[in-house]
């Protein structure tokens, strides 16, 4: 198995709403990463995991909460979303975190958020 | 801080023809590592072609080069013989040596005229 999987494709909710969103790798990466990216915009990191540890927040406003179960699996969970949060959520993933060789990273498909 | 400036927002090439996409960073780091990442409409960013900093030759993937140029911290893409999938935004990418994210252009929307 050599991608990412994210779920879902598409969300649509409102500024009061709680959703979470998925993302699975079975490559064994230990790195997973929350990125948001807007239209004709390059992604802006927003989380990343290493061995299931927060170790990177790029000042991501905390009604975005990540979490990490396991080494396969990384959640973001919503809530009191604004309409400027609306955008592509891309999750990626790379073998190794910390000091190692290259890794490039592993992209999801995305989920389409948009905050009514 | 690192930076990574793709000064071409949007580019057009022929079928069949060659097109060079520009790609300069800005770093004090010796070892990095530097992608190019391709978007399609589709959506999911797919990696194009990697070069490691410490390494003097130009990567190469079928239709896909770069020219590294790391004292002109330039990493330019050309690719040859375009074929209408390629049309896309393509984003160059940059990460330090051991660096946990990384940080990419603005990106450049490449157009392919049949």
């Known amino acids: 198995d050599t991608e990412v999987t994210q779920t879902p494709k598409h969300l649509v909710m409102g500024m009061t709403n709680k959703k979470s969103l998925k993302c699975e790798q079975h490559?064994?990466?230990?790195?997973m990463y929350w990125y948001k990216q807007k239209a004709k915009k390059p992604p802006e990191l927003m989380f990343v995991?290493?061995?299931?540890?927060?170790?990177i927040n790029e000042s991501v406003p905390s009604r975005f909460s990540p979490e990490c179960p396991n080494s396969s699996l990384l959640n973001l969970h919503l809530h009191a979303l604004q309409p400027e949060d609306s955008a592509l959520y891309l999750c990626?993933?790379?073998?190794?975190?910390?000091?190692?060789?290259?890794?490039?990273?592993?992209f999801g498909p995305g989920t389409r958020l948009t905050v009514l | 801080a690192q930076t990574v400036t793709q000064s071409q927002p949007e580019m057009s090439v022929q079928e069949a023809e060659t097109v060079t996409l520009s790609c300069t960073y800005d770093?004090?780091?010796?070892?990095?590592?530097l992608f190019w990442y391709k978007q399609p409409p589709s959506r999911q960013m797919i990696l194009v072609i990697r070069?490691?900093?410490?390494?003097?030759q130009n990567a190469t993937e079928n239709r896909f080069s770069v020219n590294f140029q790391k004292a002109a911290k330039s990493f330019s893409l050309k690719i040859s013989d375009s074929q209408l999938g390629d049309a896309a935004m393509y984003f160059c990418?940059?990460?330090?040596?051991?660096?946990?994210?990384?940080?990419f252009g603005a990106g450049t929307r490449l157009t392919v005229k049949p």
């Open positions: 990626a993933s790379s073998p190794r975190g910390g000091r190692t060789s290259y890794n490039e990273q592993f």
């Open positions: 490559m064994g990466h230990r790195a």
């Open positions: 995991y290493s061995y299931e540890k927060l170790s």
């Open positions: 770093t004090s780091e010796s070892d990095y590592y």
């Open positions: 070069q490691e900093a410490y390494k003097q």
């Open positions: 990418a940059y990460r330090t040596e051991g660096g946990n994210d990384m940080r």
